[in-house]
């Protein structure tokens, strides 16, 4: 069975720092690999996602992951974080033999 | 174009009342999902359906909980009877495919069981 592991629940960073949200996975397959956003009182939206291919994906918002094979980590970084960045990110990941299983959840809290 | 549709947005209700928790998911989509959160247990997936037909539904916690998608644009989630520990935000999602498509998640329904 696969997990995924967020390993920071929550992470403070001042507006226009660097941010990243880490991820790590376990699986014995192949996955897919996906980052979510949660906006108070909301659903998820769907950051980015990587396939294959390219192991620098980038999304919506500035964000951009990395999926590393060996370390099984699919690290979120934003280069300058906003105000308006502020909310829960989930990471995800799909074997292809169920649905997704996500991670914990971080909650970034962006600083003015 | 209209995303994922979940009514009630919020219900508050006491225990041993039957909820039912309603979705519309995006048209053409043939795969729905419904997940519940909770700050203990975090997303946790209760069941899919594909083409209307439930493939998935180990996460469904017991048997007061059952899921129905009587057509690919209507699925109903009923808890009877419902208890304290119901208490959560749920939401219904659907894509595409079930795999290397992302899923479309709704507003959520926030259930409060007193």
């Known amino acids: 069975a696969q997990s995924v592991t967020q390993l920071d629940s929550q992470v403070p960073v001042f507006e226009e720092a660097p941010v990243e949200l880490r991820c790590n996975y376990s699986s014995s397959v192949s996955v897919y690999l996906f980052w979510y956003v949660q906006y108070p009182n909301q659903g998820l939206q769907l950051l980015l996602k990587?396939?294959?291919?390219?192991?620098l994906v980038k999304g919506i918002n500035g964000f951009e992951a990395e999926f590393n094979k060996s370390q099984t980590s699919f690290h979120l970084r934003k280069p300058s974080v906003h105000i308006s960045d502020t909310a829960e990110y989930f990471c995800?990941?799909?074997?292809?033999?169920?649905?997704?299983?996500f991670g914990s959840g971080t909650r970034l809290q962006v600083q003015p | 174009d209209a995303g994922v549709i979940q009514s009630p947005r919020h219900e508050v209700t006491e225990m041993g009342q039957e909820v039912t928790l309603r979705c519309k998911p995006i048209?053409?989509?043939?795969?729905l999902f419904w997940y519940r959160q909770t700050m203990m247990r975090g997303l946790e997936l209760l069941i899919y359906f594909n083409n209307n037909v439930p493939i998935d539904d180990s996460g469904m916690p017991e048997d007061r909980f059952s899921a129905k998608m009587p057509n690919a644009s209507f699925s109903t989630l009923k808890i009877q009877p419902s208890e304290p520990r119901d208490s959560a935000v749920y939401f219904c999602a659907s894509s595409l495919r079930r795999d290397n498509q992302p899923q479309h998640f709704g507003d959520g329904t926030r259930l409060s069981i007193l």
């Open positions: 990587y396939l294959s291919g390219s192991t």
């Open positions: 048209s053409g989509h043939d795969y």
């Open positions: 995800a990941v799909d074997t292809g033999r169920r649905a997704l299983t």
